[in-house]
């Protein structure tokens, strides 16, 4: 079930058999494959079937589906340590407009996803705050 709207962007146009890809797993609603930019070997990506820029805009149902194939393609690949990295715009790392999550591999320091966690000390009164702020 894809979204109703053709929409032509590059993940749109590999779940729909436009460009080609590697496939490695595929539900009604899931469509997963190996990366052509490899972080490390096995680098697959899991991308839902529906059109959405961001997580947030995309349909429960189609989001339900992404962590059980991530997980099976992490099994599958016997991934000791691996990264689950899902990004949300261009200033967070998005390359692509279309939701989707990378499975990486980490066999090593020198191989998968090298990131920085520049951490800050909080103040949690401000957590706090902040906590009875959101809207859920």
Do not use: C, M
């Given at each position: 079930m894809a979204s109703k709207l053709v929409v032509e962007c590059v993940f749109c146009k590999i779940i729909r058999g436009e460009i080609p890809s590697v496939k490695l797993f595929e539900t009604a609603t899931t469509f997963a494959f190996l990366d052509i930019g490899p972080l490390s070997e096995g680098h697959a990506l899991v991308v839902p079937k529906f059109h959405a820029e961001k997580m947030h805009q995309l349909p429960d149902e189609f989001l339900a589906d992404s962590m059980p194939v991530a997980?099976?393609?992490?099994?599958?690949?016997?991934?000791?340590?691996?990264?689950?990295?899902?990004?949300?715009?261009?200033?967070?790392?998005?390359?692509?407009?279309?939701?989707?999550?990378?499975?990486?591999?980490?066999?090593?320091?020198?191989?998968?996803?090298?990131?920085?966690?520049?951490?800050?000390?909080?103040?949690?009164?401000?957590?706090?705050?902040?906590?009875?702020?959101?809207?859920?």
């Open positions: 997980k099976k393609i992490a099994t599958a690949l016997g991934a000791d340590n691996y990264n689950v990295l899902q990004n949300n715009g261009r200033l967070a790392h998005q390359e692509v407009p279309h939701v989707h999550f990378h499975v990486i591999p980490k066999p090593s320091t020198d191989k998968g996803l090298i990131i920085e966690w520049p951490a800050q000390n909080a103040d949690v009164e401000k957590l706090k705050d902040l906590a009875k702020s959101l809207k859920f």
